[in-house]
């Protein structure tokens, strides 16, 4: 997760990210929830939040952005937050594709074969077993992503 602040950071990070992600497939969302809606927390102070659809080259995403209403009378962008939701190589595990209990091996076998990566290096490297670095992992090894945890302290949960 990250923040990025002001338009020549803005700027920096999309001069370098926006070709390579390959945004595209922006859709409006219109339902209940995630509806475009006026805000207007302060009597001299409204938003326009609307949310939209994305994909990117590897994923799909959802934003949600907010437009404040200037002096003007014009509207400006306020903050856009994008969250990737989905992976396209990694579909979820769900219905058909829900990891069935393998009935040749025990448990303790296939730890052992996730631990070795005897299939093959992991695809994801994940620096820090603390709070987020667990929750990534667990992520990603849900949707069968190969990921290997590393941390600088001998046991997990061990940093304060
Ligand atoms: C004293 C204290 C009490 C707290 N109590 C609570 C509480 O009661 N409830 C609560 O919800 N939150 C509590 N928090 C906050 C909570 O611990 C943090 O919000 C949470 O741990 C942040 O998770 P994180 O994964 O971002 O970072 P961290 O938990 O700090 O994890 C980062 C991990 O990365 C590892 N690491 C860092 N650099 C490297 C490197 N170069 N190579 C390898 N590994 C590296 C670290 O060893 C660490 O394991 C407490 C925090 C403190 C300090």
């Given at each position: 997760m990250r923040t990025i602040r002001g338009h020549p950071s803005i700027k920096r990070m999309l001069d370098v990210r926006l070709a390579a992600t390959g945004l595209s497939a922006f859709q409006l969302i219109k339902d209940e929830i995630h509806g475009p809606m006026i805000i207007k927390p302060l009597p001299d102070l409204v938003f326009i939040r609307f949310c939209f659809d994305f994909e990117t080259k590897h994923g799909k995403g959802i934003a949600v952005a907010f437009l404040v209403s200037t002096s003007n009378g014009t509207w400006k962008a306020w903050s856009l937050l994008t969250r990737l939701g989905s992976l396209k190589a990694y579909p979820e595990?769900?219905?058909?594709?829900h990891s069935r209990p393998s009935h040749h091996e025990s448990w303790e076998d296939q730890r052992r074969q996730e631990f070795e990566f005897d299939e093959g290096d992991p695809t994801v490297l994940v620096i820090g077993a603390g709070h987020c670095g667990l929750q990534v992992a667990a992520r990603l090894t849900y949707l069968s992503v190969p990921t290997l945890v590393i941390d600088k302290n001998q046991r997990v949960g061990n940093n304060v």
């Open positions: 595990k769900i219905g058909t594709l």
